[in-house]
């Protein structure tokens, strides 16, 4: 059973750092795309970086590019996201999801994601 794992979400001040991590674990993470998401309330869930499976490839969207880093650890099926200088806007749920995708390119769209994990939720605020 292919499971996602989120951790690593709380509340934290404007200016502050999080880390996220997910686990992965019942399918072959090293073939697998891993893609963060988030989702505030009243708001679309939004593509906020991806990776591909050999780990070369990154993509973030504007508004966390520069703040954002995404990395992955084959060797323990794990991706984290280190979030720097968090905004207020920042807030939401954070999704980790996954798709079978090739190594050097990877995607935000959220329909192209099979599986998903039950989110962490982030709150900046002072």
């Known amino acids: 059973q292919s499971q996602l794992v989120e951790s690593g979400g709380g509340l934290v001040h404007p200016g502050g750092s999080l880390r996220l991590s997910c686990a992965a674990s019942?399918?072959?993470?090293?073939?697998?795309?891993i893609g963060w998401f988030r989702q505030a309330p009243g708001k679309e869930r939004e593509g906020v970086s991806c990776?591909?499976?050999?780990?070369?490839?990154?993509k973030y969207s504007d508004s966390v590019k520069g703040r954002f880093t995404i990395s992955r650890d084959n060797a323990k099926n794990t991706v984290s996201l280190q979030m720097n200088s968090l905004k207020p806007e920042d807030t939401g749920v954070y999704y980790c999801?996954?798709?079978?995708?090739?190594?050097?390119?990877?995607?935000?769209?959220?329909?192209?994601?099979?599986?998903w994990g039950q989110g962490t939720q982030v709150t900046v605020s002072s």
């Open positions: 019942g399918f072959t993470f090293n073939y697998a795309t």
């Open positions: 990776i591909a499976s050999s780990g070369g490839s990154t």
């Open positions: 999801a996954a798709y079978r995708g090739p190594e050097t390119f990877c995607s935000t769209r959220p329909d192209w994601y099979a599986y």
